[in-house]
Nanobody, 123 residues
Framework: VQLQASGGGLVQAGGSLRLSCVAS????????MGWFRQAPGEEREFVAL????????YYADSVKGRFTISRDSAKNTVYLQMNNLKPEDTAVYYC?????????????????WGQGTQVTVSS
């Protein structure tokens, strides 16, 4: 397993969760790291991306101001801090790695995927 996501769970609206994704050093050191999510019956959608060196971050409009993506090179881990969660944030969240240095919002921009972690926000 090259990407391993964790941290999902059940939380009430307004609450917080932090997702983690551990990657192999080979993948983590040279790729941008992103998060996507997919709700039942919906297409997989972009959530956030951090560049390979952490210098740039990008967010979907729906999560700006509430979610923060970060990376820890010492642990080969990317995080997604999710605050003020809403029921519409309910989905399976996936971490992924992309070779692109700029914004990459499409699933096919990504070369490696982790297994999903379920996030459920109750109203």
């Amino acid at each position: 397993v090259q990407l391993q996501a964790s941290g999902g769970g059940l939380v009430q609206a307004g609450g917080s969760l932090r997702l983690s994704c551990v990657a192999s050093e080979r993948i983590f050191s040279s790729n941008g790291m992103g998060w996507f999510r997919q709700a039942p019956g919906e297409e997989r959608e972009f959530v956030a991306l951090i560049s390979w060196n952490g210098g740039s971050t990008y967010y979907a409009d729906s999560v700006k101001g509430r979610f923060t993506i970060s990376r820890d090179s010492a642990k080969n881990t990317v995080y997604l801090q999710m605050n003020n969660l809403k029921p519409e944030d309910t989905a399976v969240y996936y971490c992924a790695a992309t070779r692109f240095s700029g914004p990459a919002h499409r699933p096919y921009d990504y070369d490696y995927w982790g297994q999903g972690t379920q996030v459920t926000v109750s109203s």
